[in-house]
Antibody
Framework: QVQLVESGGGVVQPGRSLRVSCAVS????????FNWVRQAPGKGLEWVAL????????NYADSVKGRFTIFRDNFKNTLHLQMNSLTSEDTAVYFC??????????????WGQGIQVTVSS | QSVLTQPPSASGTPGQRVTISCSGG????????VEWYHQLPGAAPKLLIF???QRPSGVPDRFSGSKSGTSASLAISGLQSEDEADYYC???????????FGGGTKLTVL
């Protein structure tokens, strides 16, 4: 069964760190690039980061560059997003999304259900 | 402010044809393919159109995509109540080295 399941969300204080993860099953994880996309409350979709199938190439949105790190474990079929120096503007539902590409972006053909991250004191 | 520009809302009655526009620039729509996603409240987005006009299996042919220059459009014919959702366009941006989304269009079926 093809599945993307996010975990690790929650409430965190401004300036602190949090890691969200995405467990993948039902297909060969290492064949695909993966992304994180977020959606702030009542707002539209915002792409956050992309990682190539082998982890050798990463791209980030300007809004998170230098604070967030995307990485993957192809042995454990898991995608991660390490988020540091969080601010209230990072409050959002975070979706992991499979890319129909191994390197670079084509389109997001599979999405997780999303995980809530709330940055608040 | 989103890099790709969509109308915030659109509406139609059952059976009608509705079009949603997506305007960009030379670094995104003008040089890369466009995707469309729809999202029901509280749910994850789903792929509707890829490569400007192609439909994934399972998406009815009532949905069609097109592109001309730096603009793209999504057309929905034979509008149904279950089409009521938020619709987003997206494309890779060569200048930003990332994916850019439109601000989303909320479609209401009257």
């Amino acid at each position: 069964q093809v599945q993307l399941v996010e975990s690790g969300g929650g409430v965190v204080q401004p300036g602190r760190s949090l890691r969200v993860s995405c467990a993948v099953s039902g297909f060969t994880f290492s064949n695909y690039a993966f992304n994180w996309v977020r959606q702030a409350p009542g707002k539209g979709l915002e792409w956050v980061a992309l990682i190539s199938h082998d982890g050798s190439n990463k791209n980030y949105a300007d809004s998170v560059k230098g604070r967030f790190t995307i990485f993957r474990d192809n042995f454990k079929n898991t995608l991660h997003l390490q988020m540091n120096s969080l601010t209230s503007e990072d409050t959002a539902v975070y979706f992991c999304a499979r890319d129909q590409s191994s390197f670079g972006h084509k389109w997001f053909d599979l999405w997780g259900q999303g995980i809530q991250v709330t940055v608040s004191s | 402010q989103s890099v790709l520009t969509q109308p915030p809302s659109a509406s139609g009655t059952p059976g009608q044809r509705v079009t949603i526009s997506c305007s960009g620039g030379s670094s995104n729509i003008g040089s890369n393919t466009v995707e469309w996603y729809h999202q029901l409240p509280g749910a994850a987005p789903k792929l509707l159109i890829f490569n400007d006009f192609q439909r994934p299996s399972g998406v009815p042919d009532r949905f069609s995509g097109s592109k001309s220059g730096t603009s793209a459009s999504l057309a929905i014919s034979g509008l149904q109540s279950e089409d009521e959702a938020d619709y987003y366009c997206a494309a890779w941006d060569d200048s930003l080295h990332g994916v850019v989304f439109g601000g989303g269009t909320k479609l209401t079926v009257l």
